[in-house]
Every structure is written in C-alpha cells, then in structure tokens.
C-alpha cells in the first residue's frame, strides 16, 4: 500500500518567532554605523515602543530596545522610520566634540586627579564639582530640541537611500511619531510637535495634512 503521508523536508529549518523576524528585518534596513555600533533587543517590558538610552562613552555599542507587542501594531513604513531616526539619535551623540562643556569636562578631569595625588580636598571638591557640571551640561544638549530635529533628518535620509521617496519618508515618520503617545498611553509632548512641523516644512504642502 502507498503512504500517502505528505513528504516532509527534514532539513528545513522551523520559522523564527514573529519577534525575532521583525527583528532581523530591522536590522538589515540598518545602515552600516547602525549595524556596527546599535544592538536591537526585545524589551517586553518597556514602556515605549522603541526607545534607547543615551550613549555612553566608555560602551562601544549602544542597545535600542523594542518591546514588539506594541511596536508590531505600527504600519511597517511607520517603524522603518522611527528605528532609522532613533538609530540615528544614537549615532549622533558625541561626548567628546570640541567645545565648552567638553574643555570644562577636561580641565575638571585633570585638575581632580592632580588634585588627588596632592591630597588637596578643597582643590578635589572643586575641580570634580566642576566635571559633574560639565557632564550635566553635555548630557542636556544631547537630549535638546535640535538634536531630535537632527536625528529625524538623518532618518529620512537613511530611508531615502533604501528606496523611500522624501515624502513618504517624512509622512511616515510623522504619522509614527503621532502614533507613538496613544500606543504608550502618554500625552503629546511639546517636542514631539516642534518635530513634526519641522519635518512637514521639508515638504510642504506634500504632507500638510499628515
């Protein structure tokens, strides 16, 4: 008697979970800063859809956590998007770019540890109190309006490059970013407005009504 059992393929590899697929999707839509320096995780109990802690200057990568029940309810343009501009947040920042605060971080550095070998606690207490504002005030202007504007550029550009036009791009991120307060039970904020009237400006009156 013939077996009629259909053949079954027992090379062929079981599908991945949802989660890691969307996951490994992502990852190949990064551009090559991104895959070298951003790790992307599967963060189920995080508040926000995407969301990605500032970058530390002594961690040579920099993890963006996803939590996918929340993230998988966007359009796929819509997350492209918002991972491409938040992978370009991340890039971004820079601890060490010449300025202000940075020569104020240094002088702090090296006067505390001259300070140390002294034994000097007056000259301690200065020079570290010192660092901790200089850090304050590089930790605020990395988290500042412009350099959120700045990364939602670098975003589109990115997207642009993998086959979006600028307008799609730009009505995309928008809609996401619009998208993004309700999905995590939040309120708009006062930023996320500026952001969205600063990318609709780079296509007016393509997407006026996004």
Partial sequence: MTDTAPYQNPNKRPLPPPGDAELGRLAELLP????????????????RAIAAGMPKPWNRSHTIGINLERWQQLP?????????????????????????????????????AVELFQSNAAGIILFSGL?????????????????EKMADVAGVRVAMRRGYTLPDAVRNLVAGIKALPELEGRAETVDELVR???????????????
């Fill in 32 to 47: 090559a800063s991104g895959r070298m320096w951003c790790r992307l995780v599967s963060a189920p109990k995080q508040k």
């Fill in 76 to 112: 796929e343009g819509q997350r492209d998007l918002l991972l491409l501009r938040t992978v370009g947040w991340s890039t971004a920042v820079q601890w060490l770019k010449p300025n202000l605060s940075t020569a104020l971080l240094s002088i702090g550095a090296v006067g505390t």
């Fill in 131 to 147: 660092s901790v504002v200089a850090v304050r005030q590089i930790w605020r202007s990395q988290r500042s309006i412009d350099v």
């Fill in 196 to 210: 969205c009237q600063a990318l609709k400006s780079m296509v007016q009156p393509d997407v006026s009504e996004a």
